[in-house]
C-alpha cells in the first residue's frame, strides 16, 4: 500500500513564481526522499532528507521534514519552464532495510 | 557511465505470452527493485532484490518472477500475460538499500493485448 500521499495532485503556476507540493505520510520513517519525472522519462533522485533532519536545501529546492506531522514539503523557488514534471515522495521504514514506498505525485506545470 | 539500463523500451504482448524485461546497472550495487506505474497510481513495488541470490516480494508480486543471479542483473519475466498487466515498469538500484538515493532506468512500457 502506498505510504506517501503527495498535495496537491495537479499545480499550475507562472514562471518565476515558487512551487510547493506537500507530502503525508503514515507511519514512523528513516528518511524521505523527493523524485522528479518528466513525461515518458524515469524517475530522478531529487533531495533524501533523513528522519532526524528538519530541513534541506539544493540549488532552488528546499525540503522540509516534520516527523510530528508525518509530513514534508518540497519548494521550488523562481520556478521555470523545465521544471515542469511530476513530483513524488517516498518513504523508508524506520529500519531502513525495505524498499521505497511511493506516493502518487504531484503534477507540476510551469507556464512561461 | 550507462548506470541502470532497461531493455526493451517498448513491448506488445498478446494474452497468455510470457516475455523477460531486462534491467542491468553498472555501478555495483547491491539493492534492485521492480516497480510499476499505472496512471493515477504511482509507483507500485513488484520484486527487489537486496543482493545476488536474494529476492523478496512487493506490494503487486502476482504474475511476475525474478531472479538475481549477478549483482548487475535483475530481470523480471512476465509468466502468462494479461491486460491489467499493461504499464510502464521501471527498474532501480541503489548502494545501501533504500538509505541511498535510488537510480532509475529509462522504462519499459508494456501494452498487453
Known amino acids: 500500500s502506498q505510504q506517501g500521499e503527495e498535495d496537491p495532485q495537479a499545480l499550475s503556476i507562472q514562471e518565476g513564481e515558487n512551487a510547493t507540493m506537500n507530502c503525508s505520510y503514515k507511519t514512523s520513517i528513516n528518511n524521505l526522499q523527493w523524485y522528479r519525472q518528466n513525461s515518458g522519462r524515469g524517475l530522478v533522485h531529487l533531495i533524501l532528507?533523513?528522519?532526524?533532519?528538519r530541513e534541506k536545501h539544493s540549488g532552488r529546492l528546499r525540503v522540509t521534514l516534520d516527523t510530528s506531522k508525518k509530513s514534508s514539503s518540497l519548494l521550488i523557488t523562481a520556478s521555470r519552464a523545465a521544471d515542469t514534471a511530476s513530483y513524488f515522495c517516498?518513504?523508508?521504514?524506520?529500519?531502513?532495510?525495505?524498499?521505497?514506498?511511493f506516493g502518487k505525485g504531484t503534477r507540476l506545470s510551469v507556464i512561461a | 557511465n550507462a548506470g541502470v539500463t532497461q531493455t526493451p523500451k517498448f513491448q506488445v504482448l498478446k494474452t497468455g505470452q510470457s516475455m523477460t524485461l531486462q534491467c542491468a546497472q553498472d555501478m555495483n550495487h547491491e539493492y534492485m527493485s521492480w516497480y510499476r506505474q499505472d496512471p493515477g497510481m504511482g509507483l507500485r513495488l513488484i520484486h527487489y532484490?537486496?543482493?545476488?541470490?536474494?529476492?523478496d516480494q512487493g506490494e503487486v508480486p502476482n504474475g511476475y518472477n525474478v531472479s538475481r543471479s549477478t549483482t548487475e542483473d535483475f530481470p523480471l519475466r512476465l509468466l502468462s500475460a494479461a491486460p491489467s498487466q499493461t504499464s510502464v515498469y521501471f527498474c532501480?538500484?541503489?548502494?545501501?538499500?533504500?538509505?541511498?538515493?535510488?537510480?532509475f532506468g529509462q522504462g519499459t512500457r508494456l501494452t498487453v493485448v
Open positions: 517516498a518513504t523508508v521504514s524506520i529500519s531502513g532495510n525495505t524498499p521505497l514506498v
Open positions: 532484490s537486496v543482493g545476488a541470490g536474494i529476492t
Open positions: 532501480a538500484s541503489s548502494y545501501s538499500g533504500a538509505k541511498t538515493e535510488a537510480f
Open positions: 532528507i533523513r528522519s532526524n533532519e
